[in-house]
Nanobody, 124 residues
Framework: QVQLAESGGGLVQVGGSLRLSCAAS????????MGWFRQTPVKEREFVAS????????YYADSVKDRFTISRGNAKNTVYLQMDKLTPGDTAIYYC?????????????????WGQGTQVTVSS
């Protein structure tokens, strides 16, 4: 059974940085792409970033490009999201997701496993 556990959320001021982590267990194949999504009470869950199994390919939503960086640990079962230059618009619950494929883009349907989420709040 695949389990994803996010951590690193919190409260930060505008312009600040946070680093989210996602620890995955139960990934039994070497082709699991991973991604980050976010959701607020008034918006549907939206794509943030994704990374291929080997880490060579990444994909970002336009709203976070050049501010956020997704990466994988050497063991491939940990994914990070470095978030810089944060704005109030980045306030959301951030979810980690895993896809049973080598790479996935921004469609929620592409992902097979989801974490419980971690809250990120950016204060102005």
């Amino acid at each position: 059974q695949v389990q994803l556990a996010e951590s690193g959320g919190g409260l930060v001021q505008v312009g600040g940085s946070l680093r989210l982590s996602c620890a995955a267990s139960g990934l039994d194949s070497r082709d699991d792409a991973m991604g980050w999504f976010r959701q607020t009470p008034v918006k549907e869950r939206e794509f943030v970033a994704s990374i291929s199994w080997h880490g060579a390919n990444t994909y970002y939503a336009d709203s976070v490009k050049d501010r956020f960086t997704i990466s994988r640990g050497n063991a491939k079962n940990t994914v990070y999201l470095q978030m810089d230059k944060l704005t109030p618009g980045d306030t959301a619950i951030y979810y980690c997701a895993a896809a049973d494929a080598d790479f996935a883009f921004g469609g929620r349907y592409e992902y097979d496993h989801w974490g419980q989420g971690t809250q990120v709040t950016v204060s102005s």
